[in-house]
């Protein structure tokens, strides 16, 4: 199985960026698709959901009307497409896939990406 995550880099605010995450080795289609981040220092977060049901989505508060999130089963692909950047978004960011239909719980995820870097600078 793999996850690979791409399309992070270097952003000013208010700025835009769109991260995808490539999946092999799974049933895409059977997998709810979910992306993390973390920042130096802290703890891993959550970010933004989008079941295998229907493609229903969540969003964290802190990215809510600024992040969306979205999925192509025939592409085995996720993105996530990130508006309005704020310093406070930099951070390496996951995809994770899981066979449950909804969670924020990173210990819920089956199988991680590498991470990709998003740095916003202010």
């Known amino acids: 199985v793999q996850l690979q995550a791409s399309g992070g880099g270097l952003v000013q605010a208010g700025g835009s960026l769109r991260l995808y995450c490539a999946a092999s080795?799974?049933?895409?289609?059977?997998?709810?698709m979910g992306w993390f981040r973390q920042a130096p220092g802290k703890e891993r977060e959550f970010v933004a959901f989008?079941?295998?049901?229907?493609?229903?989505?969540w969003l964290a508060d802190p990215v809510k009307g600024r992040f969306t999130i979205d999925r192509d089963n025939a592409e085995n692909t996720v993105w996530l497409q990130m508006n309005m950047l704020k310093p406070e978004d930099t951070a390496v960011y996951f995809c994770?896939?899981?066979?449950?239909?909804?969670?924020?719980?990173?210990?819920?995820?089956?199988?991680w990406g590498q991470g990709t870097q998003v740095t916003v600078s202010s």
């Open positions: 989008i079941s295998y049901l229907s493609g229903n989505n």
């Open positions: 080795g799974i049933t895409f289609s059977t997998y709810s």
């Open positions: 994770a896939a899981t066979t449950k239909v909804a969670t924020s719980w990173p210990r819920d995820y089956d199988y």
